[in-house]
C-alpha cells in the first residue's frame, strides 16, 4: 500500500491523454460498454476514444421500437447497421437496447388509428413481429438484449396497487406482455442472454419490486437471464450501500447484472425523471469531487460484484454527447473528450486497496480541540473526519486549496457525517478546510493552522520519528514576538524570535539563522506547525548543536492573494490526499511563484535593512555575515536563494527547504565563492523530484563548497519534511 501525500497547494494538474482504456484496466473484472450516437461511430477522434476505451456497445437510440419500426411493417434498419456494421468491423459485442419500452415506440404496436388499445393477441402479434424481425437481423453481432424496459413502477406504490407501470401494454395484458417479450426474444435466438432493465434500481423499494418481477418471470420459466441496472445516479445518491444491497438482492435471483446506462450526474435527480436538464451551469470544484467520489465508491462495489457483475456500460461517451446535456457534468470524458480526474480514479484502482483492512484503533488527533473527539487517526495513518451538520447536503474534507480532490463524508447513522481516508496518509501535518455545500469551512474539532494563505484546519498523522521534534522535559527556550518599524512599507511588523534555553543565564552573544515559511503560510508557521523550538531545544539539549537564535518573520509571499487565487507561475502539482492508491507523482522541489515576484515583493530590504539591524540592536548576536543564516521552504527557500545572491555581505549561511538549489556559477557571478559561503544545506521530500536536490549537492561538494544534501524519506511537499530538513541543517550551522 502507497501512503498519501497530502495535496500540497497548489492548483490543477493536467490529465495526460490515456494510452490505454478502461476496457484494459478492468479486463479481469468485467466488460466496459458505451451507448454511441451516429457521430460517435463515424468521427475519427471520437471512433479513436470508443476503440480505445470500451468493449461492448449499446446503440442509444438507433435499435429502440420507434426509430427501427416507426410504423407497422416499415423498418428503418439504417441507424442501427451503422451501428452494428461497426461493432462487426472492430470485433464489438453489442448489447441490444431495447425490444419493448413505452416510450419511444410506434404507437401502433399497441393502439389502433382512433386510440383505442388493441386486443391482446393482436398486440402479441405486433410485439412477436417487432421483436423477431430485430433479434434475427443482429442476432451474429448483439450478444444479449434489454428485453423490456422500465416495467417496473416507481415509487411511491400505495398498498394494494400495482408493482408494475400503467403502460398502455400493461393496460392491455398485464404483466403476462412482459413474459411475452421474453419468449418472442429466446425463440428467435436461444443464446442471446435476455435482461430485465430498469432505473432507481438501487432504490430500496424498487429494486424490491424489480426483484419481485424477476422474480415471478423465473418461477414461471420465463427465459429471462439477467439485470439491467440502468444507474442513472447523481453526486448524492443513491449510496454504495443501497448499490451493494441492490446487487446483492438480484445476484440471488440472476447470474448476470449489467450496469446498463452509467451516468452520474451533479444535480439531485435520478433515473428517468425529465427534470434532467436543471443544474449547474457551470460545476463547481467540490460538486466535481462528490462526482469522483461517488464515481470511485461505485467502481469499488462494482469490482467486489464481479463475479455476477460482466458488463458495465457508460450512457454515452462524453459529457457533450449525454442525454442529460453538458451541464450536468455526467460521464468521464469532458465535452472536449478529454478525461476528467475522475476517469483516473476509476481505472488507477489498486486491487489491494479493494481488500484492505482498516484497523479500528483510531485515536483524537493531537491537535484536536480540548474534548474534541474528531478528527481521529489509526495507527495505519487513515484519518477519520466526524462533522455535525443535519441539514447539510454534502460534506467533504479538503486538503491543500482549490482544485478538487479529498475525503467525501457520508451520512452515519446518527445523522452526522463521517469518512475515512481512502488509504494511509504521509507522516506528519496536513492542513486542510471542510467544505459543506460549496461553503468553505474550518473544522471545529481541530486547532488553525496559517496555510495556504489561511488558517486552516491542521490534522497530525504521528511519525515515527516525531522523538526530534516531541515536546519533552528538557531546558526550553523561548519565542517572543517582537514588532519592529519598518520604514520601507511604513508600518509595525512582526518577528518572532527563539532564543536557546540558556540566552536569559549568561552574556554570550549568538548566530542567528532567519527562517524563512512557504507560499501560503505565514510568521506563525515555522514554530507552530513547524515546531522549530521544539527542535532545537532537543538538539541542544542532546549536544547535536551549538545554541543559536531563530529568527522566524513573514516573508510577504502571499499579500494581495486571497484563498483561491493563485502564484502566477507554479509547478504541477503533488497527487491530491484524497487519491490514496493513485502513483505518488513527483513533484520538482522548486518553489512556487515567479522570479519577478520574489525580486519585488519588498521582503529583500525588510529583512536585511529593518529586521537584521533591529534584531543586532535588541538581541545579543554575533553581527557579522559568518554568523548569521538565512533558509527557507518553497518560496521561503526562493526567497532565500534571491537575497543570499543579492546580499552577500549579510548571509554567509544558505537553506533551501524544498525551494530549488544553487549552482557554482551563480553564487561566483554575485561575487562569492566556496570561502565566502560558510556552509550551503539543500533538502526536500523523496516525494518531490529529490534527484536534483542529490545532483546540486554533490556539484557544490565538487566545486569545494561545504554543501549537505537531504532528503526526506517519505514525505512531500509539507512540515514533515521541512521540520526534519531543519533538524539535519541546524548542526551544520556556524561551525
Ligand atoms: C435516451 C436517449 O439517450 C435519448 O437520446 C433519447 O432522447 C431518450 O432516451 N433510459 C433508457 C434509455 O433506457 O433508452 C434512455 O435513452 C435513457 C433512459
Not at 91 to 104: A, D, V
Not at 172 to 178: D, H, L, M, Q, R
Not at 720 to 735: D, G
Amino acid at each position: 500500500m502507497c501512503a498519501v501525500p497530502a495535496r500540497a497547494q497548489w492548483g490543477p494538474r493536467v490529465i495526460p491523454e490515456p494510452t490505454d482504456g478502461l476496457k484494459d484496466a478492468y479486463k479481469d473484472y468485467f466488460k466496459i460498454g458505451v451507448a454511441v450516437n451516429n457521430r460517435n461511430v463515424t468521427d475519427p477522434d471520437q471512433i479513436k476514444v470508443v476503440l480505445r476505451e470500451f468493449n461492448s456497445i449499446t446503440a442509444e437510440n438507433a435499435m429502440k421500437p420507434q426509430p427501427t419500426e416507426p410504423k407497422k411493417g416499415e423498418f428503418n434498419w439504417e441507424d442501427a447497421d451503422r451501428i452494428a456494421n461497426f461493432c462487426r468491423e472492430n470485433g464489438i459485442k453489442m448489447r441490444g437496447h431495447t425490444l419493448m419500452w413505452h416510450s419511444q415506440i410506434g404507437t401502433w404496436m399497441y393502439q389502433d388509428e382512433k386510440g383505442n388499445l388493441l386486443p391482446k393477441e393482436e398486440f402479441y402479434a405486433n410485439m412477436k413481429h417487432h421483436i423477431q424481425a430485430i433479434v434475427n437481423r443482429y442476432k451474429d453481432v448483439v450478444y444479449c438484449w434489454d428485453v423490456v424496459n422500465e416495467a417496473v413502477a416507481d415509487s411511491p406504490v400505495w398498498p394494494g396497487r400495482p408493482e408494475l407501470r400503467d403502460s398502455p401494454m400493461y393496460k392491455i395484458a398485464g404483466e403476462e406482455f412482459i413474459y411475452k417479450a421474453f419468449e418472442y426474444a429466446h425463440e428467435a435466438d436461444p443464446n442471446a442472454l435476455l435482461f430485465y432493465n430498469d432505473y432507481n434500481d438501487a432504490e430500496p423499494a424498487k429494486s424490491q419490486r424489480i426483484y419481485n418481477l424477476v422474480k415471478r418471470m423465473k418461477d414461471a420459466g420465463v427465459p429471462v437471464d439477467g439485470i439491467g441496472m440502468q444507474a442513472h445516479y447523481n453526486v448524492y445518491g443513491p449510496s454504495m450501500k443501497e448499490v451493494d444491497d441492490a446487487i446483492t438482492l438480484y445476484s440471488t435471483i440472476v447470474n448476470h447484472i449489467h450496469l446498463t446506462e452509467l451516468d452520474i450526474r451533479v444535480n439531485e435527480d435520478m433515473g428517468g425523471g425529465l427534470r434532467f436538464r436543471q443544474g449547474a451551469s457551470q460545476v463547481a470544484d467540490w460538486e466535481k469531487t462528490l462526482q469522483e467520489d461517488q464515481y470511485k465508491n461505485l467502481f469499488k462495489v462494482l469490482r467486489k460484484h464481479k463475479d455476477v457483475i460482466d458488463c458495465v456500460t457508460f450512457w454515452n461517451v462524453s459529457d457533450k454527447d449525454s442525454w442529460l446535456g453538458v451541464n450536468n457534468y455526467p460521464l468521464l470524458f469532458d465535452e472536449n473528450y478529454k478525461v476528467k480526474r475522475a476517469y483516473n480514479l476509476v481505472k488507477q484502482f489498486n486491487p489491494e486497496m479493494d481488500n484492505a483492512v482498516v484497523l479500528e484503533d483510531f485515536k483524537p488527533s493531537e491537535l484536536n480541540q480540548p474534548g474534541q473527539e474528531y478528527p481521529m487517526v489509526n495507527s495505519q495513518g487513515y484519518a477519520r473526519f466526524k462533522v455535525n451538520a443535519p441539514k447539510a447536503t454534502s460534506v467533504i474534507v479538503s486538503l491543500g486549496l482549490g482544485g478538487t480532490g479529498g475525503t467525501v463524508l457520508h451520512k452515519a447513522e446518527d445523522g452526522s457525517w463521517m469518512g475515512t481516508t481512502d488509504g494511509p496518509m504521509d507522516e506528519g501535518f496536513h492542513y486542510y478546510h471542510l467544505t459543506v455545500d460549496g461553503g468553505v469551512l474550518n473544522d471545529p474539532g481541530t486547532n488553525n493552522y496559517y496555510g495556504s494563505t489561511r488558517w486552516e484546519s491542521g490534522i497530525e498523522i504521528p511519525a515515527h520519528d516525531a522523538d526530534f521534534y516531541a515536546m519533552k522535559n528538557v531546558p526550553h527556550g523561548k519565542v517572543q514576538q517582537v514588532l519592529f518599524w519598518s520604514n520601507s512599507t511604513n508600518q509595525v511588523r512582526t518577528a518572532w524570535v527563539y532564543t536557546p534555553p540558556e540566552y536569559d543565564k549568561n552574556k554570550k552573544k549568538y548566530p542567528v539563522l532567519y527562517l524563512q515559511h512557504g507560499w501560503g503560510e505565514n510568521e506563525y508557521a515555522w514554530w507552530n506547525q513547524g515546531h522549530a523550538n521544539l527542535i532545537m531545544d532537543n538538539l541542544i539539549a542532546s549536544g547535536k548543536i551549538e545554541p543559536f537564535i531563530v529568527v522566524m518573520t513573514y516573508g510577504m509571499t502571499n499579500e494581495g492573494f486571497r484563498p483561491g487565487q493563485m502564484p502566477a507561475a507554479r509547478p504541477a502539482a503533488a497527487p491530491g490526499a484524497g487519491a490514496p492508491g493513485a502513483a505518488p507523482q513527483a513533484r520538482p522541489a522548486r518553489p512556487a511563484g515567479g522570479m519577478g515576484m520574489m525580486m519585488n515583493n519588498g521582503f529583500e530590504a525588510v529583512l536585511c535593512d529593518e529586521l537584521v539591524p533591529y534584531v543586532d540592536a535588541n538581541f545579543r548576536t554575533i553581527a557579522k555575515r559568518e554568523s548569521r543564516a538565512m533558509a527557507g521552504l518553497s518560496m521561503g527557500g526562493m526567497e532565500t536563494h534571491t537575497i543570499t545572491l543579492a546580499r552577500p555581505e549579510v548571509f554567509a549561511w544558505f537553506g533551501l527547504l524544498s525551494g530549488g538549489t544553487y549552482n557554482p556559477e551563480e553564487i561566483q557571478e554575485a561575487g562569492l565563492d566556496n570561502k565566502k559561503v560558510k556552509g550551503i544545506f539543500v533538502g526536500c521530500g523523496s516525494k518531490e523530484g529529490p534527484d536534483q536536490i542529490r545532483s546540486a549537492a554533490q556539484k557544490l561538494q565538487e566545486a569545494g563548497y561545504n554543501a549537505k544534501g537531504y532528503v526526506s524519506e517519505g514525505t512531500a511537499h509539507e512540515f514533515l519534511t521541512w521540520r526534519r530538513c531543519l533538524y539535519e541543517m541546524a548542526p551544520m550551522l556556524f561551525k
